[in-house]
């Protein structure tokens, strides 16, 4: 979508962990059982969608084709016209985005917080005391055996160190976004892509309060035209998710 990005990732796959990934062996509880239940369902949700394909992106560094094919094939529900903006949106190279960098503990923790989907998915971790078993590698060795679940054995080491990697990766990225060339190419991509929210398609919505004004008006009634840079300020909007 964004010419000034195609290097980023140089083409780059890391076989071995596109594959650890893929398979649901990366060592983060929620995304393997994420990736786990999309290959016995061809469904997920949108949140953990949008987390299993930043995670493949921004903490292996891998370009996002390929993990891209992959959730194409595998989604019952795959419209590419929907399906590869978000792909690039969620890898942080569309330019009109947010770049967020999903963190697969803290997901877990907001989105399965009884360790119920995780636990039916990944049964090496099904005694694995609760206040572990997001970031299960942190359990003692002692009670890693005594759980049945050796990290290295039973269950696979993350990939990489997660808050690291995507920090990284957002370094990276921003020092993209932060270059002149891309100002020009990220204005074409949001006249292009971007969302349009028409007066005529907008009405006005009423609130406790009595009308709430359209959005896109400033408070003069004038056209707010705050996003008509994307890449005015390339830090704003950055997210540790």
């Given amino acids: ?80 016209g929907i399906h590869w903006p978000q792909v690039q949106m969620q890898s942080g190279v569309t330019g009109i985005n947010a770049v967020r960098a999903y963190n697969p503990v803290k997901q877990a923790r907001d989105h399965d917080p009884d360790g119920v989907f995780v636990r039916r998915w990944i049964p090496a ?32 080491a993350p990939l990489v160190d997660h808050v690291s990697a995507s920090r990284e990766a957002l370094r990276r990225i921003h020092a993209i976004r932060a270059s002149g060339e891309i100002r020009v190419q990220s204005q074409a991509v949001f006249e292009k892509h971007g969302s349009r929210h028409g007066d005529r ?18 408070a003069a009634g004038k056209p707010d035209t705050r996003r008509a840079d994307p890449s ?4 704003q909007g950055s997210l540790f998710d």
């Fill in 1 to 80: 979508m964004l010419p000034a990005f195609a290097a980023l990732h140089e083409e780059r796959l890391d076989t071995g962990r596109f594959e650890t990934w893929r398979r649901g062996e990366t060592g983060w509880p929620m995304v393997d059982a994420c990736m786990r239940w999309l290959a016995a369902t061809g469904w997920l949700n949108f949140r953990m969608r949008a987390m299993a394909m930043s995670v493949s992106s921004l903490h292996p560094w891998n370009h996002w084709r390929e993990p891209g094919l992959h959730l194409a094939r595998e989604f019952l529900d795959y419209e590419p």
């Fill in 201 to 218: 398609e907008r009405p006005a919505r009423r609130t406790r309060a009595g009308v709430r004004p359209r959005r896109g008006k400033g």
């Fill in 232 to 235: 005015s300020d390339p830090t």
């Fill in 125 to 156: 971790l099904a005694r694995v005391p609760h206040d572990y078993l997001f970031e299960p590698w942190t359990l003692p060795a002692p009670a890693q055996r005594e759980a049945g679940c050796v990290i290295g054995r039973d269950y696979p």
